[in-house]
T-cell receptor, first 113, second 110 residues
Framework: QQQVKQSPQSLIVQKGGISIINCAYE??????FPWYQQFPGKGPALLIA?????SEKKEGRFTISFNKSAKQFSLHIMDSQPGDSATYFC????????????FGSGTRLLVRP | DGGITQSPKYLFRKEGQNVTLSCEQN?????MYWYRQDPGQGLRLIYY???????QKGDIAEGYSVSREKKESFPLTVTSAQKNPTAFYLC?????????FGPGTRLLVL
């Protein structure tokens, strides 16, 4: 019940295309869903986050879509650029569990020029 | 310059040796966390601390120990009991739900 399942494991997109990464969770008590971006040898950096009372959140080229009934959320990267090539992690946490993050297994994105 | 610092960047451990990874933050955050990252996997929680002088085990605490004597500092010791310590170790701090990560320490076994 504590798992967050992420897919695909890897993704190749042409420059200018849309990258879509999906995550699914079981525990309906989760109330915070962040996405992190990680470059090789670096720590993850918060990209964008959403709460379950909102169905979509957009920040620049990055959009989270949230489907509470399906217990799924996804990251869309519009106009993907080579500089977006990184590993992306979804995560989930609960306020009553000290906001401990449960991470998905990661998606390695490669954007080809 | 605010942020989270981790040292060293690389650390080598000999058989039977304890090693300590440093994590310091000047963000005035109450909560701090330690995660382990293995190749091709997500991050797994080792220990976390919500307040000074208090900490709790995460999902994979066996073979690790921590202390939280100061708000700014949350060092992690990898003990000889941890039989597979080779990994990338990440420290984070948080105010509320948002966690901010340090640059990581890569631990290798000689």
């Amino acid at each position: 019940q504590q798992q967050v399942k992420q897919s695909p494991q890897s993704l190749i997109v042409q420059k200018g295309g849309i990258s879509i990464i999906n995550c699914a969770y079981e525990n309906t008590a989760f109330d915070y869903f962040p996405w992190y971006q990680q470059f090789p040898g670096k720590g993850p950096a918060l990209l964008i986050a959403i709460r379950p009372d909102v169905s979509e959140k957009k920040e620049g080229r990055f959009t989270i879509s949230f489907n509470k009934s399906a217990k799924q959320f996804s990251l869309h990267i519009m106009d993907s650029q080579p500089g977006d090539s990184a590993t992306y992690f979804c995560a989930a946490s609960r306020m009553d569990s000290s906001y401990k993050l449960i991470f998905g297994s990661g998606t390695r994105l490669l954007v080809r020029p | 310059d605010g942020g989270i610092t981790q040292s060293p960047k690389y650390l080598f451990r000999k058989e039977g040796q304890n090693v300590t990874l440093s994590c310091e933050q000047n963000l005035n955050h109450d909560a701090m966390y330690w995660y382990r990252q293995d190749p091709g996997q997500g991050l797994r929680l080792i220990y976390y601390s919500q307040i000074v002088n208090d900490f709790q085990k995460g999902d994979i605490a066996e073979g690790y120990s921590v202390s939280r004597e100061k708000k700014e500092s949350f060092p992690l010791t990898v003990t000889s009991a941890q039989k597979n310590p080779t990994a990338f170790y990440l420290c984070a701090s948080a105010s509320g739900e948002t966690q901010y990560f340090g640059p990581g320490t890569r631990l290798l076994v000689l």
